[in-house]
């Protein structure tokens, strides 16, 4: 894409021609064709960064399957259908939420409170999409791991029967 907007801008195209020719936003094109433009995203970015750990979360989740990749684990490779941000995520679960395994608050601003968590883990066909997205605690994120929901219901329900509690599922209601 670089390649093709520099070209364009050297035959004389305006960003608006630019813009038609390759579908590409303004945005990209200034990126690419202006002064220190990069220099002012990157620090733009770093800052954002700095001061939003959820964005920092929301980026490593949608990325890690990168990292995956890098690892030899094609397989494991999926894209992202629908885009989303940090805002998606607030606008779902507000600032304040609780994890959706142990019940405890959680705090969005607080980026030692709360993990991203993939309800249905990458290895086991999830996606990298706002609908697998779960906020836990980092111990309930880090304990579940790879497995699904009822594998980890019932991987804590041995646990706590080893240790002599007493387990009752809820009786389920019509």
């Not at 001061?51 to 990292?67: A, C, I, M, W």
Request: proline share 3%; with cysteine; charged share 30%.
């Amino acid at each position: 894409m670089k390649e093709q907007i520099l070209k364009l801008r050297d035959e004389g195209k305006t960003y608006n021609e630019i813009q038609k020719a390759l579908g590409c936003s303004k945005g990209t094109i200034a990126y690419h064709c202006g002064q220190g433009q990069k220099q002012k995203t990157k620090y733009r970015t770093e800052k954002l960064r700095q001061n939003n750990p959820l964005l920092q979360k929301v980026d490593h989740f949608k990325t890690s399957v990168k990292k995956c990749v890098q690892n030899r684990v094609q397989h494991f490779h999926r894209s992202i259908e629908k885009n989303f941000t940090y805002l998606d995520i607030i606008e779902k679960y507000g600032y304040e939420t609780k994890c959706y395994l142990t019940g405890e608050d959680v705090s969005f601003r607080d980026a030692m409170s709360f993990a991203l968590d993939h309800i249905i883990p990458r290895s086991r066909g999830g996606t990298n999409e706002l609908h697998n997205v779960g906020v836990t605690t980092p111990a309930a994120n880090q304990a579940k791991s790879n497995l699904l929901l009822p594998e980890f219901l019932d991987l804590c329900e041995k646990v706590l029967k080893n240790f002599g509690y007493k387990v009752e599922k809820p009786s389920e209601s019509c």
